[in-house]
């Protein structure tokens, strides 16, 4: 922090005469015009030895010009401070301090230029410091901990947006507003635009990352941001390039996973998948920890509950004939496939057709085993045989009928003539 008029007065043994010392000093300027307001910027320290007139508008005009204090030089054409003067410093609040004749002026400007130079040093420090941190957890763990990271350095929130708009990763968001208006009219100005505003007491700054608005970081403190600048900037870098490099990922996990769909629609392997499970086709990809893959324009979800429109429940090796189901479901505008036989009417003369070839206990077994979807245990459980007692059953019956009940379609026609049979 920038050295105070009170730390700078007992530093150099000035003695303190009236008003607030507690504004920073910024810069040390000596004069003896009878208006020196012209060439002040605000934040100094004015140093005068009082050879112009000092009433109440000189002190006036020194306040309405933002200077922080008066440091009147005894010892030279005064003994003493006025006190008149030293009575209107106290009405204004305007801080003043006697400088004695053995502490040269020259000595105050040097206390105040080091304090300076310190203070700009250890700003350029901190945000040195703060890109480095920045950087570890961008290298780390990416965008996620980029805002953790800031978070720690910036005593404020942390809001990071997607491009839609939808906090994605906040830190301290319980004090945070709702920002969405603001970052969606910040994304149609285009480019790598940024704002500063006031909502509720609080400073915000909202910075686009990336030309293509990737997302807005918001950023919320009781204080302008000013010197922290330098570190929001660094992390508002960091995250476009780590959103820049997900979507590169994304792109080429959204690959790997459409390839691997179209290995097991071969009947080839691919680790990590339940035994039995659902083939779902969904509108948009899903945010739970199940497998999903792009083919043919849909968004198909291998997972054991079912989700949009859904198959019968499939191994790893009937993936082709899940996704059939599933699709014909949704032909159908039915969520799940099992429910075509309810919803779906065949003519009695082509079920009657199609049943023909089958004997009573055969008919009976298909529509067991295909009201669990073709397992083979809980289907021979339900029926009181042996598992391999139901495999030839099922055999007897694709032999009957001249065609595989790996057919989705031959396995829907059934149910649905089995079904109208037994109503």
Request: aromatic share 4%; proline share 5%; hydrophobic share 45%.
């Amino acid at each position: 922090m920038p050295i105070t008029l009170q730390e700078l007065a007992r530093s150099l043994g000035l003695p303190v005469l009236a008003g607030d010392l507690s504004k920073p000093v910024a810069w040390v300027h000596g004069t003896e015009l009878a208006d020196p307001t012209p060439f002040l910027e605000g934040g100094e320290l004015l140093l005068t030895t009082g050879l112009a007139t000092i009433g109440p508008d000189y002190v006036d005009r020194l306040v309405r010009a933002g200077v922080v204090g008066l440091g009147f030089g005894t010892g030279l054409s005064h003994d003493a401070v006025p006190a008149a003067l030293v009575e209107t410093a106290a009405r204004t609040g305007l801080g003043l301090v006697e400088v004695p004749r053995d502490v040269p002026f020259i000595a105050i400007s040097k206390a105040v230029s080091k304090a300076v130079a310190a203070d700009e040093y250890a700003a350029l420090a901190r945000i040195s410091e703060a890109q480095r941190a920045l950087t570890r957890a961008a290298v780390r763990t990416g965008v996620a901990g980029v805002v953790r990271k800031l978070g720690q350095w910036i005593d404020g929130w942390i809001v990071l947006l997607d491009a839609t708009g939808r906090p994605v990763h906040t830190h301290n968001p319980r004090v945070a507003p709702d920002l969405t208006a603001e970052a969606a009219r910040l994304r149609t100005a285009g480019g790598l635009a940024s704002a500063a505003f006031e909502i509720a007491g609080r400073h915000v700054f909202l910075q686009v990352l990336g030309s293509r608005a990737r997302g807005v970081l918001a950023v919320g403190t009781s204080e302008p941001l000013d010197a922290d600048i330098g570190i929001v900037n660094t992390a508002a870098s960091l995250l476009t390039l780590a959103l820049a490099q997900n979507d590169a990922v994304d792109a080429a996990q959204r690959e790997v996973r459409s390839a691997q769909f179209r290995l097991l629609l071969a009947g080839l392997p691919v680790d990590g998948l339940p035994e039995r499970f659902r083939v779902s086709l969904v509108d948009e990809p899903p945010d739970a920890d199940v497998f999903w893959a792009e083919h043919e324009k849909d968004i198909v979800v291998l997972s054991e509950e079912p989700d949009g429109f859904s198959s019968s429940e499939v191994d790893r090796s009937g993936v082709a004939r899940g996704l059939a189901e599933a699709r014909q479901a949704r032909r159908a505008g039915i969520r799940r496939w099992e429910d075509l036989a309810g919803k779906l009417e065949i003519p009695a003369g082509f079920a009657e057709a199609l049943l023909r070839p089958l004997d009573a206990e055969t008919r009976e077994t298909l529509k067991v085993w295909l009201a669990h979807h073709g397992a083979w245990d809980p289907a021979a459980a339900e029926l009181g045989v042996h598992r391999h007692t139901l495999r030839n059953r099922v055999r007897k019956a694709e032999q009957a009928l001249q065609r595989s009940l790996d057919s989705p379609g031959l396995r829907a026609e059934l149910w649905l003539a089995l079904n109208r049979e037994g109503q």
